[in-house]
Structures are given as C-alpha cells and as structure tokens.
C-alpha cells in the first residue's frame, strides 16, 4: 500500500522532532516546515494528502496558512494543532482554512495516531467518491454520445427504409415479401393492381387467402429447399407467371421474394 505523505508546520523545531519520532513507526511520509510560507513551498513542489499546522505562529497563523492550503491544494486535509484552544481559534480555522480536526497541545501519542488515520481515510473517501463521480459523469457522456449516434443510425436506417419502400412501390413489376410462416410481409403498387384483394390485405395475413394454391406450393418449395421456385397461376380471370426466390442466407431462408407477372 503506498504510503501518505503528511506535512507538519510548527514554528518550534522542537515539537516538529517530538511529532516525527512519535510517527516513525506509522506508515507515512513526514514533511516538515518551519513556517507557513515554508509550508506553502513544500506543498507548490508536493502531494500532500494531509496538513498538520500549529495555530500561533509569527507573520502567518495556523488559521491563514490552512486557509491559503486550501485555496492551492484543496484536496488536502487540513488539522489545527494548538495549546491555545480558544474557541475563537478554532471557529476561525474551521469557518476561513476549512478545518476538518483540531488537536491539542499536549497530545496524546495514540490519540494523535488514531486522530492522523481517520484524517487520511477522511481523505481516501473524498479523493474515491470524486473518481467515483468523475467516472459516473465520463459514463453518462458516453452514454450520451451512444445514444446520439444510435438515433442517428437509426434516423438513417428510417430514411433508407423509406427509399426501398418507395423503390419498391414504383418497380413495375409485382413484388409480393413473405415470410417463413408463409404470411405477407408486404406488397407494392404493381402487386395490388394484380391482386387487387392485396390492397385490404394487412401484413400478418396468411398469403393463402389472396394466392391460388400453386402459388402457395412455389412458396412453400423455395422455403423448403432455399432454391427458386416458378409455376403458373391463375388468378382474377388472369394466367400469371409466379417466380419464388429465398430471403436471405439459402440454407435457412427467412422467407422469399414473389414476383407476379403476366404471361
């Protein structure tokens, strides 16, 4: 597991020791700095994932070095550590630096370490729920953008399928679509002139309630064997010549293709 990097700002060296060898044996990576402005530069050349300032301190107080923390790494957990604890102190630090704890001075050692680790899981959870939401928000654009080429594809398939029916309808022979159950798919003008009782027929029928039954036998035939099929029919008073081709892949037809055209 890669180690956390925490930043210790205090103006006395002496606390900064104690602080360090308290720590040793945790598994983290301590950065120390004399001042705030010290701090400011360590964490401009740094990730840190967590800050630790001590409030009284000359030029720069705990309170405005966190508040400046804030605004230059705000990912960053920011900790008072003060002997003062003044409730004005912490109110300020907490209202302006956007403090998430305040320790005490003196500490407790185990204190301050179980103090340190929830700081840092404090961090994990922001820093894991950010992915988390950046993911989401990376996902529902590509979602976005999926379903805008899917309207696309299918405003283009819409326009395609409305050029073959209007091919279709303006072919001049007869072309009649049925399917493996042997029910109309569809049929064009030329098909309706022939057949008129095609023109109240709706898609679903089955094509032996307007077809003769020798038609029906090409159908069934070129289904069957994936090969086209032709006999004559009558139909109306007129002999026609009925042509059956299979739809799609030969050896598992989805139904075929009539053409109906006098003799």
């Known amino acids: 597991m890669q180690e956390s990097t925490v930043l210790f700002v205090d103006d006395e060296e002496p606390i900064l020791r104690s602080l360090q060898r308290t720590l040793r044996k945790e598994p983290y990576r301590i950065l120390t700095a004399g001042s705030g402005q010290e701090g400011l530069e360590l964490l401009a050349r740094e990730h840190v994932e967590l800050v630790v300032s001590d409030q009284r301190m000359p030029v720069m107080t705990g309170a405005q070095f966190l508040n400046q923390v804030r605004d230059c790494s705000p990912d960053t957990v920011r900790v008072i550590l003060s002997g003062y604890a003044e409730a004005g102190i912490i109110v300020d630090a907490i209202n302006n630096g956007g403090v998430y704890r305040f320790i005490a001075k003196p500490w407790n050692d185990e204190d301050l370490k179980q103090t340190l680790r929830q700081c840092l899981e404090h961090h994990h959870i922001l820093k894991e729920n950010r992915r988390l939401s950046e993911l989401s928000a990376q996902q529902v654009i590509e979602l976005e953008t999926l379903n805008l080429r899917l309207e696309t594809a299918i405003a283009d398939r819409t326009r395609s399928l409305a050029c073959a029916q209007d091919i279709l309808e303006c072919l001049p022979r007869a072309v009649l679509g049925i399917s493996r159950d042997r029910e109309l798919v569809i049929a064009n003008e030329a098909a309706r002139?022939?057949?008129?009782?095609?023109?109240?027929?709706?898609?679903?029928?089955?094509?032996?309630?307007?077809?003769?039954?020798?038609?029906?036998?090409?159908?069934i035939a070129c289904v069957a064997s994936g090969t086209n099929s032709s006999t004559e029919i009558e139909c109306g008073g007129r002999r026609l010549h009925a042509h059956a081709a299979p739809l799609g892949d030969p050896s598992a037809p989805r139904g075929c293709v009539l053409l109906l055209e006098d003799e």
């Open 193 to 219: 002139r022939i057949v008129p009782a095609l023109s109240t027929t709706l898609p679903g029928t089955d094509i032996a309630e307007v077809l003769a039954g020798d038609a029906i036998d090409a159908i």
